[in-house]
């Protein structure tokens, strides 16, 4: 079965860090781009980072730039964001995606709240 | 960052067809097309389409989109209760070399 399965969120306050996980199984986890898109409550979904293929490429959306860091271990078919100086607009479900194509992979997602 | 731009909502009755459309400019959906997404309430989104008119397995022929330009649209025929969902339009932006999304357009069936 085809899974991403995502976990690290939580509560967190202003300033503070958390580190993403997201485990995947069930397809070639080396032939896909991988990303995180997030989704605060109530909005549409968000681009936040995604790693390339080549283990070099990466991709961030302006609002996380020097703040999230992705990485990947494709030996365990690992990705990973790691996410400082949070802020309260940081707030939503974090998805992890995989794209061959386009965002054919989802997973449940992992909620992060930043809050004083 | 700049987004793709969807009509926040659409109402089509049952069995009717329904066009959703998605603006964008040359650097994303110009450039390589869009993708379009289902979300229902509570679920992740679940890709529908890519690059104007690929569709992964198992979604319905119901389900055509194209691209004009810088718009695309996503159109969806012989409406089912089961389409009411929120749909999303998403492109790479090779300017800002990351994917952006629209905003959404939820679709009402009546």
């Known amino acids: 079965e085809v899974q991403l399965v995502e976990s690290g969120g939580g509560l967190v306050q202003p300033g503070g860090s958390l580190r993403l996980s997201c485990s995947a199984s069930g397809f070639i986890f080396s032939s896909y781009v991988m990303h995180w898109v997030r989704q605060a409550p109530g909005k549409g979904p968000q681009y936040v980072s995604g790693f390339g293929r080549n283990g070099r490429s990466t991709y961030y959306a302006e609002s996380v730039k020097g703040r999230f860091t992705i990485s990947r271990d494709t030996s365990k078919k690992t990705l990973f964001l790691q996410m400082s100086s949070l802020r309260v607009e940081d707030t939503a479900v974090y998805y992890c995606v995989g794209e061959r194509d386009a965002f054919e992979i989802w997973g449940q997602g992992t909620m992060v709240t930043v809050s004083s | 960052q700049a987004g793709l731009t969807q009509p926040p909502s659409v109402s089509k009755g049952l069995r009717q067809t329904a066009t959703l459309t998605c603006t964008g400019n040359?650097?994303?959906?110009?450039?390589?097309?869009a993708a379009w997404l289902q979300q229902h309430q509570g679920h992740p989104p679940k890709l529908l389409s890519y690059?104007?008119?690929n569709r992964p397995s198992g979604i319905s022929e119901r389900l055509s989109a194209s691209r004009s330009g810088n718009s695309a649209s996503l159109t969806i025929t012989g409406l089912q209760p089961e389409d009411e969902a929120d749909y999303y339009c998403?492109?790479?932006?090779?300017?800002?070399?990351?994917?952006?999304f629209g905003g959404g357009t939820k679709l009402t069936v009546l």
């Open positions: 998403s492109a790479w932006d090779s300017s800002l070399s990351a994917w952006v």
């Open positions: 040359s650097n994303n959906v110009g450039n390589q097309g």
């Open positions: 690059r104007n008119n």
